[in-house]
């Protein structure tokens, strides 16, 4: 049974591999430059954001580079793959295509979160074989590696949902600069739909909302042990609601009738299942302790979902952060006055199609910074992101 199932999961094995799929370069790139050594990358990121499709078009493109009898893919979740342990996988697939222990080995595990001694096991077969791992996982928990098993060995690589580049490139849009009028159009269904990638091409609202209770009652409910699940389903909608907003987890406690700690630790499921992002306050460490963090949704489309279509400008903001996340940007907060987005030596002002007040500008001109970008129409944005 294990044979076939193997077979089932490396069709690559016996004919040439064409999944139907579109490449994502920005991410595609990097794994490339990956595969040139030993080593482990993790692939993070919100449950099917297209990890799993990354992985397969790699192997796509590897199975004309090397022996595909050499490649090997299994999701972890299966119900069959989950009894066995790693290792007698790999000697499975050894077996399967007689391939020797000195002979190079290029391992796709899928969805690793939640599997027991996940970090040993990947840790022992990059110390025996002459290997390149790939792991996905839909939670961050991937990355608790308290024993340090992996340090040295790996890297990781957080896929994220489209951008707007990317996703006129799943809509198939293309244009010619004389038409660039007709990509605002495409930006405000952009706005609409979000970036998860199924749901991009098939627009079906099912699609969604089975992902986001996927990840609260499987992803957070069962394997965190939350037995209150609709409390985690209103938090989640406050959540959505305050995107783009400061949140105070002593307030929300109030409104929801808990403790704070329970509400900080539902708080802290759902970064860990990528649901949402949160940025601190700039200043000193206490200044970042004691201030309300600002919450944004992972996926627009999800929050569009949970809250309708409104609040513009709060959704803009939302996809502004999109594009300087891997800044690691805070937020400025002085005498009641707030200024979005500050990193390394930039500052970032985001209005939808509205004006900084006079407070804001004071603070705005005081900053120090190289950089002072005011984005208040879609076209500041499409510069902002050298689309024009």
């Not at 849009?173 to 269904?189: G, I, P, T, W």
């Not at 305050?242 to 409104?255: A, D, F, Q």
């Not at 937020?331 to 199609?353: A, L, R």
């Amino acid at each position: 049974m294990i044979s076939e199932e193997l077979f089932h999961f490396n069709p690559w094995w016996e004919k040439e591999y064409k999944p139907d799929l579109i490449k994502r370069e920005k991410f595609l790139a990097i794994m490339r430059q990956k595969i040139k050594r030993k080593t482990i990358v993790l692939l993070t990121g919100l449950r099917r954001v297209g990890k799993t499709s990354l992985m397969k078009l790699l192997i796509s493109e590897l199975q004309y580079e090397i022996n595909p009898k050499n490649i090997f893919y299994v999701s972890l979740d299966s119900v069959i793959i989950e009894k066995f342990k790693l290792f007698e996988l790999i000697r499975e697939f050894r077996k399967i295509n007689e391939i020797k222990r000195d002979e190079k080995i290029f391992l796709f595990f899928d969805e690793v979160a939640y599997r027991e001694n996940i970090h040993i096991e990947l840790k022992n077969l990059y110390d025996s074989e002459n290997v390149v791992i790939f792991a996905s996982s839909s939670s961050s928990s991937i990355l608790r590696d308290k024993k340090g098993l992996l340090t040295g060995r790996s890297s990781v690589i957080e896929v994220t949902p489209l951008d707007f580049k990317e996703f006129l490139l799943f809509k198939n849009l293309k244009f010619q600069k004389s038409e660039f009028y007709l990509v605002e159009k495409y930006f405000e269904k952009y706005l609409q739909l979000g970036g998860i990638p199924e749901y991009v091409l098939t627009e079906d609202i099912e699609y969604l909302d089975n992902l986001i209770d996927s990840i609260i009652y499987k992803d957070i409910a069962y394997y965190r042990g939350v037995k209150d699940v609709e409390l985690l389903k209103t938090f989640f909608r406050l959540l959505m609601e305050r995107s783009g907003k400061n949140l105070s987890i002593s307030k929300i406690s109030k409104v929801l009738n808990k403790s704070s700690e329970t509400i900080k630790r539902f708080f802290d499921y759902f970064l860990e299942t990528y649901l949402i992002f949160a940025i601190e306050r700039c200043g000193k460490l206490n200044e970042r302790i004691r201030s309300p963090k600002k919450v944004y949704a992972s996926d627009i489309g999800i929050r569009n979902s949970i809250t309708g279509l409104k609040d513009h400008g709060s959704i803009f903001e939302n996809i502004v952060f999109f594009e300087i996340r891997d800044h690691k940007p805070c937020y400025v907060f002085q005498s009641g006055i707030e200024i979005d987005f500050k990193y390394k030596d930039t500052i970032i002002e985001v209005k939808y199609n509205s004006e900084m007040n006079e407070k804001q500008k004071v603070l705005f001109d005081s900053i120090k910074a190289k950089n002072k970008i005011l984005i208040k129409s879609f076209e500041d944005y499409c510069k902002f992101i050298n689309l024009i």
